[in-house]
Every structure is written in structure tokens, then in C-alpha cells.
């Protein structure tokens, strides 16, 4: 098990759901912690609901597809705690549609969010991390639809991907290193992300369009019995603690899907392996 010692959390996109859970699980285990994410209100909110508990910390409001920010957040993570143990690149927004009828601000927005802020949290902070020496930990957010395939949801399981990639290659960077990394795909977790995405589809004035609704409705459905945020966000502190990579909270319904696709790349893979000519 992997002892971080006293050193604070750092959690973006910290104002709801995994991210206010995770700020929360973390202060339970003695940890400092710093809150960011964009959302005003609801960051005050989740630190006052921390500080009320005894946690000491501090609220930060950071865009975090902003380089800049994202390196002030560190600069203050550092000043004022000394030390950070780990670093939990949790925010993330999506929208719905075909691909094709998504905007280029709306592509923009997902992927600057949902990749960038994790690139940008790697970037500022792991250097920190390995300058300081002994144990920490990056903890990327992902999702099952970094894994799986989702319609209409284009921009965002394309982030997603890619910070699935983005974490294999971290940690084959930081082996040797007292630097551990975690990728976190969530499946159905109760969080308001839905709100969030008709939120800004109706300040955009996007068109939802029938398919989109279909599956508003679906994870709807879903996530009406979906893992609880905070279960979600114990599972991650204790795969951190046992220094996990895949940190997958409410997945085993999707195993059957993301197999499949495997064995249709494998069965691809032996169709064009050795000796084999193209047609």
C-alpha cells in the first residue's frame, strides 16, 4: 500500500459530483486539500461543506483548458500547503449531437476541458511532484466512454480516449519514479453532468435533435441507479492507496460491450498477421 503521507489533494472540477466526492474522501483521510473548478457557487459551497467537517482547504476558481490557471493552481497548491501528494485532473463537460452537427465551439470547449485540462494538470504539476521527491499520485478522469462506443457524444469520447492514452504513457514515463498515476472510467455514477449538458445546449440555443434525446432519456434511466458519487470517489482513494492503474467504479455492466470490441480488433489483427496479404 502506498503511504502519501500529509501532503494536499488537489481535485479540479471539484464544485459537483466525483470531483466534490473525491474533495470530500480525501479530507477524510486527513488530507488537505484544494478545490478548484469553475462554478463559483458550488465551489464555495463544497469548501464550506469541508471546512464545516474540519478539513482545512482552499477554493480556487480555475478554468483548467487555461494553461496559465492551471499553473497558478499549482503555484498556490505549493505555497500554501507545501507539499502535494495528489493531483486528481477530474473535470469534465460534454454536449450531445451527430459529430458533424456539433459545433467547432462546442468541439473546442469539450476537448479543451475534458484532454487539456488534464495535459495542463500534468504539466504544471508533475514536474512539482517529482522536484519535491517521496510518494504522490496523478489521478486522470476518464469514463467508460473512453472505452467503449458512444454515439452522439463525439467530442467527449474522443477526450476521453485520449486521456486514456495519454495515461497508459504517463505511467510507463513516471515507472521507476515515486510518482503513481490512476485512470479513473466511471460508468453510471449519480452526478449532475446531464444538467450541465442541457445547460449549455439551451444557453447555445443547440438543438437537442431526436437521437440526442433518446439518449438524454437512456442515461437518464440510468443513472437514476447509478453508484453514488461518493462510493465512486472511496474506490478511487483506495486504489490510489493500493497504486492502481484502472479505477473503474460501476463498470462491470460495460465489460460484456468493451469486449466485444476487443475481440473485433483482435479477430482484425489475425486476419492481417504474418504471412497474411492484403486482397
Not at 473525491?22 to 469553475?38: H, K
Amino acid at each position: 500500500m502506498t503511504t502519501l503521507g500529509t501532503g494536499a489533494a488537489v481535485v479540479t472540477g471539484a464544485a459537483s459530483g466525483i470531483g466534490r466526492a473525491l474533495a470530500g474522501a480525501w479530507g477524510a483521510e486527513g488530507m488537505t486539500v484544494v478545490l478548484s473548478d469553475i462554478n463559483q457557487p458550488g465551489l464555495q459551497e463544497a469548501a464550506e461543506e469541508l471546512s464545516a467537517k474540519g478539513v482545512e482547504c482552499v477554493a480556487e476558481v480555475v478554468d483548467v483548458s487555461d494553461p496559465a490557471a492551471v499553473e497558478r493552481l499549482a503555484d498556490v497548491a505549493f505555497a500554501r500547503f507545501g507539499r502535494v501528494s495528489v493531483v486528481c485532473n477530474n473535470a469534465g463537460v460534454s454536449t450531445m449531437g451527430k459529430q458533424w452537427e456539433i459545433g467547432q465551439d462546442d468541439w473546442d470547449w469539450v476537448i479543451g476541458v475534458c484532454l487539456g485540462g488534464v495535459v495542463n494538470g500534468v504539466r504544471s504539476f508533475v514536474p512539482r511532484l517529482l522536484a519535491q521527491g517521496g510518494p504522490a499520485h496523478i489521478v486522470n478522469t476518464a469514463s467508460m466512454g473512453g472505452l467503449l462506443t458512444s454515439p452522439f457524444l463525439g467530442p467527449y469520447a474522443a477526450a476521453k480516449h485520449a486521456v486514456v492514452g495519454l495515461s497508459k504513457g504517463l505511467r510507463a514515463e513516471l515507472a521507476g519514479t515515486e510518482v503513481g498515476v490512476s485512470v479513473v472510467c466511471p460508468g453510471l455514477v449519480r452526478t449532475p453532468i446531464l444538467e450541465g449538458m442541457r445547460a449549455h445546449m439551451a444557453r447555445t440555443g443547440t438543438d437537442q435533435g431526436e437521437e440526442a434525446t433518446f439518449m438524454f432519456d437512456a442515461l437518464e434511466r440510468g443513472l437514476q441507479t447509478g453508484m453514488p458519487a461518493e462510493v465512486a470517489a472511496q474506490l478511487v482513494v483506495r486504489a490510489v492507496q493500493d497504486d492502481q492503474f484502472w479505477i473503474l467504479p460501476n463498470g462491470a455492466v460495460h465489460v460484456p460491450s468493451v469486449q466485444a470490441d476487443f475481440d473485433e480488433m483482435l479477430a482484425a489483427a489475425a486476419v492481417a498477421g504474418p504471412g497474411r496479404s492484403a486482397p
